[in-house]
């Protein structure tokens, strides 16, 4: 009897992945970034929205945008708080990177966006000038959640956008 055979653990359903993904983004609302430039990595935590697998980001100044410019695909991370073996569960999201600043066409609507949870309280109905918002388009998600074996899921399930 304790010998039974075992299911083999099986990835996900893809439309059940995504949509285990989105609600995963949407639970969360801060995230690592991580940017390079000339082999010198930077990883910086931050606010989002979502819309689906995109990331929008209100970006203050800094190095991070430079490594943007200069190369514009990034890893995100997003994570819940570990409390033992079966809370591990985590993304990490490799994308590509689009700035947009004030005057860009599309600024207006990728900050309501972003903005849509905090416009009433901060009065921010309208985007601010000199302001950078970020997209990220997620391109590979990798999901890592021990708590999928309980369901004969593998513990590791690879999204990739359609292209």
Known sequence: MGNEARKPS????????????????????????????DNIP??????????????YINLGPGRKI??????PLVSVGIHDPLHGWLSVKGIQIT??????????????????IFNHANADKEGWDIPPEGY?????????IELFETALKQNDYK???VWEAES
């Not at 430079?66 to 190369?71: D, G, R, S, V």
């Not at 950078?132 to 590979?140: C, H, P």
């Open 10 to 37: 099986v990835a996900m359903p893809r439309d059940q992945l995504e949509q285990h993904i989105v609600e995963f983004i949407k639970s969360h609302n801060a995230c690592v970034l991580a940017t390079a430039q």
């Open 42 to 55: 930077r990883a910086t935590p931050l606010e989002y929205e979502a819309k689906g697998t995109d990331l």
């Open 66 to 71: 430079e490594n943007i410019k200069a190369n």
């Open 95 to 112: 994308g590509q990177a689009k700035l947009l600043f004030d005057s860009d066409a599309g600024y207006t609507d990728a900050w309501k």
């Open 132 to 140: 950078t918002l970020l997209i990220i388009e997620a391109k590979t």
């Open 155 to 157: 513990i590791r399930q």
